[in-house]
T-cell receptor, first 113, second 114 residues
Framework: DQQVKQNSPSLSVQEGRISILNCDYTNSMFDYFLWYKKYPAEGPTFLISISSIKDKNEDGRFTVFLNKSAKHLSLHIVPSQPGDSAVYFCAASGDTGGFKTIFGAGTRLFVKA | DTEVTQTPKHLVMGMTNKKSLKCEQHMGHRAMYWYKQKAKKPPELMFVYSYEKLSINESVPSRFSPECPNSSLLNLHLHALQPEDSALYLC?????????????FGSGTRLTVV
C-alpha cells in the first residue's frame, strides 16, 4: 500500500495563475516532507521541504503547506511559468536523517502560455 | 561540481548477461542511494550507503549487487536479470543524516532486459 499518494496524475494551469499540487500520506511517523521536480531525461531535482513541526514553508514562488491532522500537504506555485511544466514528486521520510525517503507517483504539471 | 553522473544512460541486456551501472559524485556527499522507477510509478528505494558501508538493503533480489568502492563512486552490478527488472535506475547522494534537506539525483540509466 502506498504511504505517499498523489491522486492527480496531471494538472493544467494558465501562465501567471496559481498551481496547487496535492499530496496525502498515511504514516503519522513521517517527520519531513519534500517536493521534487523532474524534467524529461533528467533526474528529480529537490525543490522545497518542510518539517512536521511547521505548517508552512516558503521559498520564492514556491510554498508548501502541511496539514498534519488531515495528513495532507500541498505545493503552491505562484505565479506559474511555462518553465514550471514538469513532473512533481511529493516525498516523505520518517527515519533519522532521511535515509528512507518514500515517494509519491508524481503529478505532471502543464503551464500554458 | 554539483552533479551526480550516471553511466550508461541507456542499457539493453540479455537475461544471461552481466553488466554494471555506474554513479559518480564529487560533492563530498557521504551517503549514496540507488532507486528503481517503473513507468508511472514512484521511485522505490533499493540500497543506501553511508560512509561507503551498506546501511539499507530494501530486500532487493541478489541479482542486484551494489558496491561502493570509494566515497565518490557507487556501482550496481547486474546479473541474470528478468524482463520485469526493466526500469529507470536512479542514483542519488546527500550528506549522511541530511537527506531531509534533499537528495541530488543523477539523470538515471534506462535499463531494458530482453
Amino acid at each position: 500500500d502506498q504511504q505517499v499518494k498523489q491522486n492527480s496524475p496531471s494538472l493544467s494551469v494558465q501562465e501567471g495563475r496559481i498551481s496547487i499540487l496535492n499530496c496525502d500520506y498515511t504514516n503519522s511517523m513521517f517527520d519531513y516532507f519534500l517536493w521534487y521536480k523532474k524534467y524529461p531525461a533528467e533526474g528529480p531535482t529537490f525543490l522545497i521541504s518542510i518539517s512536521s513541526i511547521k505548517d508552512k514553508n516558503e521559498d520564492g514562488r514556491f510554498t508548501v503547506f502541511l496539514n498534519k491532522s488531515a495528513k495532507h500537504l500541498s505545493l503552491h506555485i505562484v505565479p506559474s511559468q511555462p518553465g514550471d511544466s514538469a513532473v512533481y514528486f511529493c516525498a516523505a521520510s520518517g527515519d533519522t536523517g532521511g535515509f528512507k525517503t518514500i515517494f509519491g507517483a508524481g503529478t505532471r504539471l502543464f503551464v500554458k502560455a | 561540481d554539483t552533479e551526480v553522473t550516471q553511466t550508461p544512460k541507456h542499457l539493453v541486456m540479455g537475461m544471461t548477461n552481466k553488466k554494471s551501472l555506474k554513479c559518480e559524485q564529487h560533492m563530498g556527499h557521504r551517503a549514496m542511494y540507488w532507486y528503481k522507477q517503473k513507468a508511472k510509478k514512484p521511485p522505490e528505494l533499493m540500497f543506501v550507503y553511508s560512509y561507503e558501508k551498506l546501511s539499507i538493503n530494501e530486500s532487493v533480489p541478489s541479482r542486484f549487487s551494489p558496491e561502493c568502492p570509494n566515497s565518490s563512486l557507487l556501482n550496481l552490478h547486474l546479473h541474470a536479470l528478468q524482463p520485469e527488472d526493466s526500469a529507470l535506475y536512479l542514483c542519488a547522494s546527500s550528506q549522511p543524516r541530511q537527506g531531509n534537506y534533499g537528495y541530488t539525483f543523477g539523470s538515471g540509466t534506462r535499463l531494458t532486459v530482453v
